[in-house]
């Protein structure tokens, strides 16, 4: 088996251009479409209603790994008992793991869902309607997709068809 995986700590320090990319492809044409002010008063509303925003962000969390589990179930045609949805306690974090390899699409498209749902969308969204709370949320759902965005490039030659395994501990999965 090969393993294309790597830890969370490598996962978010190469994510860094992602990050950086992310914010880039969605402030840049918020601001030129709105304008600055227009932007700078998503953080002030933000500001008002934090506790909303810490919500959102909270559930959002986990809905992301939701997402991930429904990738596995929908499009692997899995069975609930084949995938897992948690919480590791010390870091805080919500992950979703599948139990059985699927064909590396599969695995694509499970990876990819989050930041598609929750974060381009809402993205392009507020860049048509002028919301710049929504550009915000959208732009925060897409860097923290950084790591999945970053697996999917690291499986990139790898075959469509191919079977792949999710690593049980580390972001990213094995070639079976």
């Known amino acids: ?59 959002g969390s986990f809905l992301h790994e939701v997402l991930h589990a429904v990738g596995f179930l929908i499009f692997g045609k899995l069975k609930v008992s084949q995938v897992k949805i948690g919480i590791i306690w010390i870091f805080i974090t919500p992950f979703a793991h599948c139990r059985v390899p699927l064909k590396a699409s599969v695995y694509r498209i499970a990876l990819l869902l989050p930041a598609i749902l929750l974060g381009i969308v809402p993205s392009i969204v507020a860049i048509i309607i002028g919301k710049s709370w929504l550009l915000i949320y959208g732009t925060i759902f897409t860097v923290l997709a950084g790591g999945d965005i970053l697996i999917f490039w690291i499986m990139k030659k790898v075959k469509n068809d191919e079977l792949v395994k999710d690593h049980p501990e580390r972001c990213g999965c094995y070639i079976v």
Do not use: E, H, R
């Open 1 to 59: 088996m090969k393993d294309l995986s790597i830890s969370a700590l490598s996962a978010n320090l190469y994510a860094i251009p992602i990050v950086l990319i992310s914010i880039l492809c969605t402030v840049g044409p918020f601001v030129l479409i709105w304008d600055w002010q227009t932007f700078t008063q998503g953080f002030l509303s933000i500001y008002l209603a934090l506790p909303y925003f810490i919500a959102a962000f909270v559930l």
